[in-house]
């Protein structure tokens, strides 16, 4: 009697562990296989894309972008000077911020004093710069209008997120320090 209990035990408890073993086998496979972490964006891609957009709401933010037609128009990389000119039409057009997104802590052409004296002078204009490749804003752009544009893009080689502050910054270094 005391043998066949013994076996009965084991059985048992083997039986009673099992599932647990399972799952903590299929979650180890799912991390180390990277498989979970791609489940959770597609999920977290298709609840995005599911939420209702609220309703009667405006945007008041326009995108202006450098296409391919425009590089071969002026160049790339674009002139400082045609770049100052820009501004000075966004700004005298009533733009409230100028978010200007491009890398330019060298200046290019023979007019770069233009730029830089936008970046200094026009309250409206924030330079980028970026932490992670040690890239400065416009020479001369106060720290209040200098925003970092590093990215954090997942595996899958999308942007589904931003960062709000750079470790290892003062606190005045956020994404979008401006209050507009």
């Known amino acids: 009697m005391g ?13 009673l562990t099992a599932p647990y073993g399972a799952a903590a086998l299929l979650v180890a496979a799912l991390r180390f296989t990277g498989i979970g972490e ?14 209702p957009a609220p309703a009667g709401t405006t945007t008041p933010i326009t995108l202006i972008g450098i296409s391919e037609g425009d590089i071969s128009r002026f160049g790339w990389p674009i002139d400082d000077q045609l770049l ?3 501004i000075d ?3 005298a057009d009533g733009a409230r ?5 491009l890398y330019r802590n060298k200046g290019v052409g023979p007019q770069q004093e233009c730029l830089r004296r ?6 409206r204009l ?16 106060p720290s209040d209008r200098q925003a970092f544009n590093d990215l954090v893009v997942d595996a899958d080689g999308v942007v589904r997120r931003d960062l709000l502050h750079v470790a290892g910054q003062d606190a005045a270094t956020v994404a979008l320090p401006c209050g507009w």
């Open 3 to 15: 043998r066949s209990s013994r076996p009965n035990r084991l059985s048992r408890a083997l039986l």
């Open 38 to 51: 791609s489940l959770n964006l597609l999920l977290y891609d298709l609840i995005t894309y599911l939420r």
């Open 84 to 86: 100052c000119r820009a």
């Open 89 to 91: 039409t966004l700004s």
């Open 97 to 101: 911020a100028i978010g200007f997104d």
């Open 118 to 123: 936008q970046a200094r002078s026009n309250p």
């Open 126 to 141: 924030v330079s980028i710069f970026n932490v992670a490749e040690s890239i400065g804003p416009i020479p001369g752009t």
